[in-house]
């Protein structure tokens, strides 16, 4: 198993030698095609290097069917319920509770749809202003 440090090793190497072909590139012209070949090669070696540990940072594990967890369990089949074709909307397929859930937010609605009404025609019309004498 690679460690960071032995990653962060690696990367640190072939970035002191890119720094040094660049410097030898600078030196000479007849060794830039060498040059660029190292820094080719050692961009290889870093991309063979990350492919052949990233699988240290990403691990799954299979589990066998008799590791599934109750609430899993649980979860399919609330999911099962609301797959069903019984010709029913979603927000009424858990039976009597969401009917009256639906039922108790309709008349919520209404109430607050004639309560509006009422506001609107009251600030429309105003009540004549009472004469004291």
Do not use: W
């Not at 012209?29 to 940072?57: D, E, G, P, T, Y």
């Not at 299979?62 to 609301?82: D, I, M, P, W």
């Amino acid at each position: 198993m690679l460690s960071l440090v032995s990653i962060f090793s690696v990367l640190g190497r072939d970035l002191h030698n890119a720094g040094e072909i660049t410097a030898t590139e600078s030196y000479s012209r007849r060794n830039s095609s060498k040059a660029s070949i190292r820094v080719i090669m050692s961009a290889k070696n870093v991309a063979q290097l990350f492919l052949r540990n990233s699988r240290q940072f990403s691990r799954t594990s299979t589990a066998s069917s008799s590791e599934v967890a109750e609430g899993y369990k649980k979860l399919k089949h609330v999911q099962e319920q609301f797959q069903k074709h019984d010709g029913l909307p979603v927000h009424l397929k858990r039976g009597a509770v969401d009917k009256m859930l639906f039922g108790l937010t309709t008349v919520l609605c209404g109430v607050a749809i004639v309560g509006m009404g009422k506001l609107i025609y009251e600030l429309s019309y105003p009540a004549p202003a009472a004469e004291d004498e």
